[in-house]
């Protein structure tokens, strides 16, 4: 007996039923009346079966006594208390951490449980140079196909959105670990979704933004009107040509198809340069930016970026001297 609805509980057996011809185990949800086989007889994965019983507490699931092989255990598809789990809200862009749609190549962070290792583990590059796929034991997919995975742990996974994405409506999203799948979560996907990185990696206050002498910007270490400055970001896009998952970006780096503008103070600044960072992965992008001449001075002046129709979450900072 195990957990089944409130008007009769489910039913286990080890046996035959319903004209089968070997020993399996069958399941029923209406006290006998019709039977489903749960395991399958050609996987002599059992060997000698000398108790069964169902859990009481969770539903669809049952354990297995075997003569010397240990206890097994089975649950029905997206069952499986091992299993990662994750929410649709719980993919969000890895800087500005607002959910919503997925844009090709972008930086996502994708909170849950039991993602991956219990400690925080950081990818590496495969034998092609490019960031791997599997980090620990841990995988993430996007309609099937693997992404390339910038960090790893139980709690939470950073990971680049594969550009096979582009052109689709919505794209299907699915963690593993160790083998086991999460039940998937559809997402829409969208042209582009800016979001700037900060200094916090909490999405808001000062922006990871480089000074013209390519130092941390920061109240400490102002920049000055008219000079450019470098936004790091991600949520882009397509790119021409077009982006490999995965690849640490060279020195001929791809750009954004849709136009990228930049607002410092409320103010249109001079976009120098918008495209992949040089050595960093396929997805970030850096935006050069002369801050406006008459920008307010201060350590904390309001700075966006827009890519095509979409603009990056408010709160981002930048010093002005």
Known sequence: FGKGTDAAPALYIHGRTGGATTDAIFRSLDLGASWTRVSDPTQQQFGNISALEGDMRQADLVYVGTGGRGIFYGVGPGTDPSAPSFTQQGVVNAASYQGGGLAPGEVVTIFGQREGPASLESAALDETGSLSTLVQGAQLFFDGSPAPLVYASSGQLGAVVPYS??????????????????????????????????????????????????????????????????????????????????????????????????????????????????????????????????????????????VGGNTSQPGVTVAVK
């Open 165 to 306: 994405v582009a052109g689709n409506a919505t794209t299907s999203v699915q963690v593993s670990y160790l083998g086991v799948l999460s039940t998937p979560a559809i997402l829409p996907v969208v042209p582009s979704t800016p979001g700037i990185f900060t200094q916090s990696a909490q999405g808001s206050g000062a922006g990871a933004i480089l000074n013209q002498d390519l130092s941390v910007n920061s109240s400490l270490n102002p920049a000055a009107r008219g000079d450019v400055i470098a936004i790091y970001a991600t949520g882009e896009g397509e790119t021409t040509p077009s982006g490999v998952d995965g690849v640490i970006t060279g020195s001929t780096p791809p750009l954004p198809i849709l136009p990228v503008s930049v607002q410092i103070d409320g103010l249109d600044a001079v976009v120098e340069y918008a495209g992949a960072a040089p050595g960093i992965v396929a997805g970030v992008l850096q935006v050069n930016a002369r801050i406006p001449d008459s920008a307010h001075l201060g350590p904390a002046v309001p700075v966006l970026v827009k």
